[in-house]
């Protein structure tokens, strides 16, 4: 059986990661269509502790994960590490007795609190005591409630409130003005604000190397001649090849030998990310990890998919947030970078191949696993290698991060 899950950040008032939530579906061929809250529950445990293990998810952030009342009774969460999750009682469950109990059980034994989708009820006061979050859906609850929500925990100051579905900009910095503390959505992968932005000449250098890099047929000398010119950039390439992500098997003496011993595919790698990490310097971390997770999910489907150039679509996936990266239109970003057509018609038009792939990417993000799974069908995938490969693509872009932050 196969474990099936997306995570979505979480992020504190100034865009750090401080958790992630773990969504469960039942699979892109969707093999229990009835599913319900329990059954998801106890499958997000086994799946967390048996297939693949809390960490290569989460690193060293909580994971928010959905409990039922009937799951709580059953005391699952003790089969997690309460310094590794926060307990998030579903919406559907209704304040009770029992439910109460469970909650001080947890407390005692030092788990993390929260209400999803808080639905304000004078009975939760009872709770309060016990909760450290509370969720609340930004775009559904309207601005009275959200203060009546904030009168009624005022003598609770331990509880801290959660905006979801925060979709812009906008609506990012309203939540803060209301004294939210943590949000979730896609609002910190767009772009805030409409302005265009020059690349550096270090930025420039490396756009050019993932220009020569990206011809079937590399010129050795070339590339090795712009490595030469830049030291900090002949630094990072040594500091990489000596690096534990990639294992070396020889000492080096020239730049164009740390180029032979990486290899085109590799080299493109440490480009596509270097580049991208060059440019987010000042975007939230979270933003980097998941270029780079697409990145390495694009290559892995277009080699499921027979795709001929799977380095374009690592590349296209690196690429795919540059908007949000540079505060810009992705028309405006392409037309600064010496990058194939193939790879601009997928990030601008979304066309071809390999936009394609890039839709899968975001379905999966998304859990939206029906319409997955109708791409994965339509891109004749196989639907057992796909949650492998976003996992695998996940382990790489948490390695990567650790690597970067070593040089």
Request: charged fraction near 25%; glycine fraction near 4%; proline fraction near 4%.
């Amino acid at each position: 059986m196969y474990f099936y899950t997306a995570r979505q950040p979480i992020l504190d008032k100034d865009k750090n990661l401080f958790a992630y939530e773990l969504l469960f579906r039942d699979g892109v061929e969707n093999v229990f269509p009835e599913v319900d809250s329990n059954e998801a529950t106890s499958r997000m445990i086994e799946g967390s502790q048996l297939n693949l293990g809390l960490d290569e998810f989460l690193g060293d952030k909580p994971g928010f994960i959905n409990f039922t009342l009937d799951s709580l009774l059953k005391k699952y969460p003790s089969m997690l590490p309460c310094e590794q999750v926060v307990i998030e009682i579903l919406e559907t469950v209704q304040p009770g007795k029992r439910l109460l109990a469970e909650c001080e059980s947890l407390k005692a034994q030092g788990y993390i609190l929260a209400l999803d989708d808080y639905i304000h009820q004078p009975v939760w006061r009872h709770f309060y005591p016990l909760i450290d979050i509370i969720k609340i859906d930004f775009r559904a609850t309207s601005l009275d409630t959200i203060l009546q929500i904030k009168a009624a925990i005022r003598d609770y100051p331990h509880i801290k409130l959660l905006a979801e579905k925060v979709e812009s900009n906008e609506e990012f910095l309203q939540a803060v003005e209301l004294g939210f503390d943590y949000f979730q959505g896609y609002f910190f992968s767009r772009p805030e604000m409409m302005q265009s932005r020059a690349l550096s000449p270090a930025q420039m250098t490396l756009a050019e190397l993932l220009y020569e890099t990206a011809k079937p047929e590399m010129d050795l000398n070339t590339i090795t001649s712009v490595f030469e010119r830049d030291v900090h950039l002949s630094y990072k390439l040594l500091r990489y090849t000596n690096s534990a992500v990639f294992k070396r098997r020889t000492d080096i003496a020239t730049i164009k030998q740390a180029i032979v011993v990486l290899g085109q595919a590799e080299l493109k790698r440490f480009l596509s990310v270097l580049f991208t990490a060059q440019i987010s310097s000042d975007k939230p971390a979270e933003l980097m990890r998941l270029a780079m997770t697409r990145a390495r999910f694009a290559e892995d489907i277009a080699k499921l998919a027979g795709f001929s150039e799977v380095s374009k679509a690592f590349l296209t996936g690196m690429m795919s947030l540059m908007d949000a990266i540079l505060d810009e239109p992705m028309s405006s970003v392409m037309s600064k970078l010496p990058l194939s057509k193939d790879i601009k018609d997928a990030l601008i038009e979304g066309i071809g191949p390999i936009a394609q792939f890039l839709q899968l990417i975001k379905f999966y993000e998304q859990a939206a696993w029906d319409d997955a799974n109708a791409l994965i069908q339509a891109l004749k995938l196989d639907s057992k290698s796909v949650p492998d490969a976003y996992h695998t693509a996940v382990q790489w872009a948490n390695e990567q991060m650790k690597a970067l932050g070593d040089n």
